[in-house]
Structures are given as C-alpha cells and as structure tokens.
C-alpha cells in the first residue's frame, strides 16, 4: 500500500511524526465542524459551518515548546484511532510552522509536500487517492502555495504577498498551506515578513519550510524557534535503489549502481539511472583526477568544470526563459494606440526587465548547482580513495572507478587522499560563500594536482 509518504525514502522516524500530526489536525479539524454544529454528526473537514470557530481552533494549538497543549482528547468524535495518544505524546501533535531539514537529496520538499497532502486529505490520513491529495501532490490545490527560489534568494515582495494570501480563509475548509523550497535563501526583509506570520498565524495556515539545517546561518535564530523541526537523514544506498526500482521500473543493477553514485540523493540517482546525459557529464568529471599532469593541466581542467556546469544550466533553464518571454509579450500585446499607450509601453519595458533580471537569477543559481553536483561526484572520487587507502570496510561511491581510485590510494595514502578530498569540500565550501567559481575551482585544481 502506498500513500502520500510513500516516497520518503529511509525516514521512517519523520513519516511516523507527520503522520501522527496529519492525525491531530484531522482531529482539530472534527472538533472546529462539531463546535459549530453542535452535537451534529463529524461531517469530516469540508463544512465551511466550522470557519465560525477559527479562534478555539487556534488556542487548540500546541506550540512547539508547550509540553501541555490540550491536544484533542476532548473531542467525542475523534474516532481515528490514530487522535487519541496525541495528548499522552503532546509533541507529536499539530502545530502551525513546521521546518524540514536535511542533506540535498535526502527528500525535504518531498516531506513537506507528503505533509501538506496529507493535511489535504478528505481522510485526514495522506490516503494518496482522494482529490486533497491527488491536487496537493500535483500542485493544483487551491489552498496549498509552493514556493521555490529560482533566483539566488527569495525577496521580501514575494513573501509579503504571499504571507497576505496565506492568511485567507482556506477554499477547502481545511488548510492554508505554505510550502518554501530553501527557506535558507530568504533574504533577511523577507524572512521578517515570514517571522510575522508564523509568530501570530492565522487560525488554519500551515508554514512547511525546507532548509539543509537549522543552523542561524540557514534559517533565522527566532523563525526556527517558532518551528518544530523534522530532521531527515540522508537515505542509504540500498532504499534509494529500492525506490527506483519499485516506483521508477528501473533495473535492479541499475538502480543500484546510481543508487550508490548518487550518495543517498533520490533526485540524483534517478537522473544517472534515466538520463545518458547526466552519465555523459558524470563520467567527464570523474576523469579529471586523472588528467591532472601539470599546472596547464590544472587549468584546463577547471575550465572544463566551469564550462561544463555552465552549458548544463543554460540548457536547464533555455526553454523556460523563451516560454516566459514569449507569454510576458503575448500578455504586454503588440502595438497600441491611443490614450495611455505611452504609458503601456513604459511600463511594458520595466516588465521586461524585470523578467531578465529573474531569469539572469535563476541562471546563476543553476550553474551553481551544476558545479555543486560535479563536486559532490568528485568528492565522492577522492572519498573512496580515502576509504582504500585506511582499508575502510564500506562501499565505494562510484563502483566505476574504483580501480582508479584504488591506485589513487596507493600513490596518495590516507593523508594525500585526505588532503584532496579537503581540497574539494573546500572548494564547495568556498562558493556557497560567494568566492567566484572560476578562482575557487582552479585553487581546487592546483591542490588536486600538487596533493
Ligand atoms: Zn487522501
């Protein structure tokens, strides 16, 4: 049986917490209808009669430090079975910000879309076949808002508009929903306007936020303290490959092969598993430890890298630019005339430049993430190298070139393949922290080489 959270690879410990959350809020949602209905049958969550009762709603939260939240004991028509140990185990209950945390690839937004389908759901359970969850997981549900930073950060402007709708009674009768995508690239007037929301919520909006951690730097001291937190791991080998066999239809070797390749990132291996491309540019990075013969050599492959991450995210975000720029002309209309057609064309011209400015963003960002995914790979390389140099008992990352990595250990040693692997961490380490690709890259080169 598959339902909403079925894809959560390898976090079992987070499917039981929101699972047992989705169940409280079930729960709330039966007690706000009956409150307003009287002693009327549990009409489930879509009587728009419960709307007169927001308030009590709201004071039946359990704050994310308040051991003695009421939960739903109370409500006589709590029936799942599922709502009644929420008030002997007060922290699994409901709350209104939640955040996500985990390494990339380890399935944080899929968590909080799970989470928002199953707060959706007619069953209150995340069932994977009711219309609140077949939208939710779709993203076409009224009440739920996903938000994914295609630039470098996420603006004030945006949250703000999207705090205002947020706060609006939900269409469904359930819930509002918020899901942001990299909370952690919140520009800091944006993550005020959050902080406002999620310290006075209204009485049915859900805040999911996804961030690789918790630290301040991530995410702020004061919206992680409004939050409770559902930390993933980051999903071993042998479950990523299951996933990809069971849901993708891939072959057993195959699977298992990107399963590994990937290091636990679900969304990586499926793409080395499906795409001969992303093969293609694989097999060109882990090739690099091997050219690197000289300073010229070193140069040429941090070149390369930097090109090759760069015509990977010109190809990613092409046919989004065109698409975007052909339907912001179609909306602007060609021509005008008359009164305020002036005026339509100047503000036709910011439009457009509004529109390159994010679509330049967004670039950025993909190439970044290009880059970051050819260093997680060689990193991995020099990982294994490591691991046979200490005669590690565990398997390598990239069973392809586990021979080459092998001699790497005998030349380097531990300490050498230490050094390198430092060299590429550093290098990653570096551009997250705004030092140019190219510099940073041709540091790591010299260091790959020199050892
Ligand atoms: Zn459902």
Known sequence: MTDVFGDLVGQDEAVATLRHAAA????????????????????????????????????????????????VTGDPGATAPTADPVSADPGAGMTHAWIFTGPPGSGRSVAARAF????????????????????????????????????????????????????????GGRWQIVIIEDADRLTEAAGNALLKAVEEPPPRTVFLLCAPSTHPDDVSVTIRSRCRVVPLRQPPAGAVAEVLVRRDGIAPDVAEWAAAAAQGHVGRARRLARDPEARQRRDAVLAVPRRLTGVGAAFDAASALIEAAEAEAAASVAEAD??????????????????????????????????????????????????DRALVDLAGFYRDALTMALRAPVAPVHTDTATLAAAGAQKWDAEGSLRRLEAVLECRAAIETNVKPRIAVEAMMLSLWRG
């Open 322 to 371: 065109e698409a975007e720029r052909a339907a912001l002309q179609t909306a602007l209309g060609a021509g005008g005339t008359g009164r305020g057609a002036a005026g339509a064309m100047r503000g036709a011209a910011g439009q457009l430049k509004d529109l390159e400015k994010r679509q330049k963003s967004r670039a950025t960002r993909a190439q970044r993430d290009a880059l």
């Open 116 to 171: 928002a389908a199953a707060l959706q759901c007619v069953h209150g359970t995340g069932c994977g076949r009711c219309p609140g969850c077949h939208t939710t997981l779709a993203g076409t549900h009224a009440d739920v808002r996903l938000v994914v930073p295609e630039g470098l950060s996420i603006g004030v402007g945006e949250m703000r508009a999207l705090v205002l709708r947020a706060a609006s009674t939900p269409s």
């Open 24 to 71: 409280s809020a079930a729960a709330l949602l039966r007690a706000a209808t009956l409150g307003a209905a009287g002693a009327g049958a549990p009409t489930g969550g879509g009587d728009p009669d419960g709307y007169d009762d927001l308030d009590a709603l709201a004071e039946q939260f359990d704050g994310p430090g308040d051991p003695d939240g009421p939960g």
